[in-house]
């Protein structure tokens, strides 16, 4: 079955970068649409970004130009480049991939933004 595996997570000062990866088993990532996605405690899970098969980006508002998805088939992996981070990005963030018929997700990593 797929398994997704997540890491680059930690703890960071206010302004500082991290990038997350996720790693995908199988044959079908390179087919598959790839999201993250973020829960902070207390709050409901939202979408930060996504990318799809043809490569097209989209955004959370609030991390525009802030943070980067990207993806490499060849290695089953895709990135969050995460910059200028503040302590409302302080959640843990979760990567999917998805196409018909099927939604995969990671375990989750856990990002801390310390002021």
């Known amino acids: 079955q797929v398994q997704l595996v997540e890491s680059g997570g930690g703890w960071v000062q206010a302004g500082g970068s991290l990038t997350l990866s996720c790693v995908a088993s199988?044959?079908?990532?390179?087919?598959?649409?790839v999201s993250w996605y973020r829960q902070a405690p207390g709050k409901e899970r939202e979408l930060v970004a996504n990318i799809l098969v043809a490569g097209t980006t989209t955004y959370l508002d609030s991390v525009k130009e802030r943070f980067t998805i990207s993806r490499d088939n060849a290695k089953n992996t895709a990135y969050l480049q995460m910059n200028s981070l503040k302590p409302r990005d302080t959640a843990v963030y979760y990567c999917?991939?998805?196409?018909?018929?099927?939604?995969?997700w990671g375990q989750g990593t856990q990002v801390t933004v310390s002021s």
């Open positions: 999917n991939i998805r196409g018909s018929g099927y939604i995969y």
């Open positions: 199988g044959s079908i990532f390179r087919f598959s649409d």
